[in-house]
């Protein structure tokens, strides 16, 4: 019997929330022990997209270049590019609505990349270079809500054919 | 046997437990949000002359004023202005181009001069546009831009004929 205690204490160690279920086994196999197991219940973690990232309309100009948008909304270009301010094309980054355990921190993956395709055509632009706010993690409010805002850079080039292109990405969130 | 028996029966709450710790990390630990991303691409305005602003034929004598309206109507005010043929009266017209829907705003110059036989020149100014000052491109991408402006004739102003250019420019608002 001796050889099974280690083990056995190893499993309650490692599984503190299966507790029960140990405690059984060693009932079954005639070995009792007693530790206390604490289990805390939290409130499973939702996101919800509540804006685009929008680049708005801009002309790329004889070389191109990059076209960014900031967490907090801002643009901003490289290269021969040429951003228009037009309520017809407005820009905005991506927003997302937390809800979960108050107070508990969270961990942040964004995407690498994405591919936005121009709408009836098959020219593509590269979305990458994802930046969020919070950065990497972040903590839920006293009430357990939060908002995450995310940006990201398009590379467009100078022959980049003209249009709407759009796709998407997805965010995923996790307790730490 | 009952060894074995007893290894299972620690083996099967262990796979249990993972089983457990597994889906609540996948199901209540984490959770995913789609967004979607646009951006776009708009083709460089372009602006293209259809159609020369022309004074047409005027009688030299007292001075005063011809005026071309936008919608190639001519006014004139002092010296005699004929109807001929081959003189023609109109505005200028320009051919607008560029992303569909969106406005663009006109710059008009202030003046331009024409000149004429023996470095004889009027002035030009008071240039009027339709639209006037912004302009929508419509859902062909193109628009139409008409250009008039007020002629200023000299009293005894030297008979023959007087040319000069003018630049329009638009960008989008």
Same mark, same amino acid.
Do not use: E, W
């Given at each position: 019997?001796?050889? @099974?205690?280690?083990?056995?204490?190893?499993?309650?160690?490692?599984?503190?929330?299966?507790?029960?279920? =140990?405690?059984?086994?060693?009932?079954?196999?005639?070995?009792?022990?007693?530790?206390?197991?604490?289990?805390?219940?939290?409130?499973?973690?939702s996101v919800?997209?509540?804006?685009?990232?929008?680049?708005?309309?801009?002309?790329?100009?004889?070389?191109?270049?990059?076209?960014?948008?900031?967490?907090?909304?801002?643009?901003?270009?490289?290269?021969?590019?040429?951003?228009?301010?037009?309520?017809?094309?407005?820009?905005?980054?991506?927003?997302?609505?937390?809800?979960?355990?108050?107070?508990?921190?969270?961990?942040?993956?964004?995407?690498t990349s994405? %591919?936005?395709? @121009?709408?009836?055509?098959?020219?593509?632009?590269?979305?990458?270079?994802?930046?969020?706010? *919070?950065?990497?993690?972040?903590? &839920?409010?006293?009430?357990?809500?939060?908002?995450?805002? /995310?940006?990201?850079? %398009?590379?467009?080039?100078?022959?980049?054919?003209?249009?709407?292109?759009?796709?998407?990405?997805?965010?995923?969130?996790?307790?730490? | 046997?009952?060894?074995?028996?007893?290894?299972?029966?620690?083996?099967?709450?262990?796979?249990?437990?993972?089983?457990?710790?597994?889906?609540?990390?996948?199901?209540?630990?984490?959770?995913?949000?789609?967004?979607?991303?646009?951006?776009?691409?708009?083709?460089?305005?372009?602006?293209?002359?259809?159609?020369? &602003?022309?004074?047409?034929? %005027?009688?030299?004598?007292?001075?005063?004023?011809?005026?071309?309206?936008?919608? +190639?109507? @001519?006014? /004139?005010?002092?010296?005699?202005?004929?109807?001929?043929? +081959?003189?023609?009266?109109?505005?200028?017209?320009?051919?607008? +181009?560029?992303?569909?829907?969106?406005?663009?705003?006109?710059?008009? *110059?202030?003046?331009?001069? &024409?000149?004429?036989? +023996?470095?004889?020149?009027?002035?030009?100014?008071?240039?009027?546009?339709?639209?006037?000052?912004?302009?929508?491109?419509?859902?062909g991408g193109?628009?139409?831009?008409?250009?008039?402006?007020?002629?200023?004739?000299?009293?005894?102003?030297?008979?023959?004929?007087?040319?000069?250019?003018?630049?329009?420019? =638009?960008?989008?608002?």
């Amino acid at each position: 019997m001796k050889y @099974r205690k280690p083990f056995h204490s190893a499993s309650i160690f490692v599984t503190l929330v299966c507790m029960n279920a =140990v405690r059984f086994a060693a009932a079954q196999g005639g070995v009792s022990s007693t530790a206390s197991a604490t289990t805390t219940i939290i409130q499973g973690m939702s996101v919800t997209n509540t804006s685009s990232l929008r680049f708005g309309a801009m002309i790329p100009g004889a070389l191109g270049g990059t076209s960014t948008v900031a967490p907090n909304g801002s643009r901003s270009a490289t290269g021969t590019i040429t951003l228009l301010t037009s309520s017809s094309f407005p820009s905005s980054a991506a927003s997302f609505n937390l809800l979960g355990a108050p107070n508990l921190a969270y961990t942040i993956t964004l995407p690498t990349s994405v %591919i936005l395709t @121009r709408q009836g055509g098959s020219d593509t632009i590269l979305l990458a270079a994802f930046t969020s706010s *919070p950065a990497a993690s972040g903590s &839920l409010s006293s009430t357990g809500s939060g908002t995450l805002s /995310v940006g990201g850079t %398009i590379t467009i080039t100078g022959s980049q054919a003209a249009g709407l292109y759009s796709g998407s990405f997805t965010v995923t969130l996790a307790y730490q | 046997m009952n060894n074995r028996t007893s290894f299972l029966s620690r083996l099967l709450p262990l796979a249990i437990c993972a089983a457990f710790v597994g889906v609540g990390q996948s199901a209540f630990g984490q959770a995913s949000a789609t967004a979607n991303a646009s951006a776009t691409i708009v083709p460089s305005i372009t602006i293209t002359k259809t159609s020369d &602003l022309k004074f047409g034929l %005027i009688v030299a004598g007292p001075g005063g004023t011809v005026s071309i309206s936008p919608d +190639s109507s @001519r006014t /004139v005010n002092g010296p005699a202005g004929l109807t001929n043929a +081959s003189f023609p009266v109109s505005a200028a017209s320009f051919t607008v +181009s560029g992303l569909a829907n969106l406005t663009y705003s006109i710059s008009l *110059p202030t003046s331009t001069t &024409l000149t004429g036989p +023996s470095s004889s020149s009027m002035t030009v100014n008071a240039f009027v546009s339709n639209p006037a000052s912004v302009g929508t491109i419509d859902s062909g991408g193109t628009a139409t831009l008409n250009v008039g402006a007020t002629l200023t004739v000299g009293a005894a102003q030297t008979p023959g004929a007087y040319t000069g250019t003018f630049t329009v420019t =638009v960008n989008y608002q």
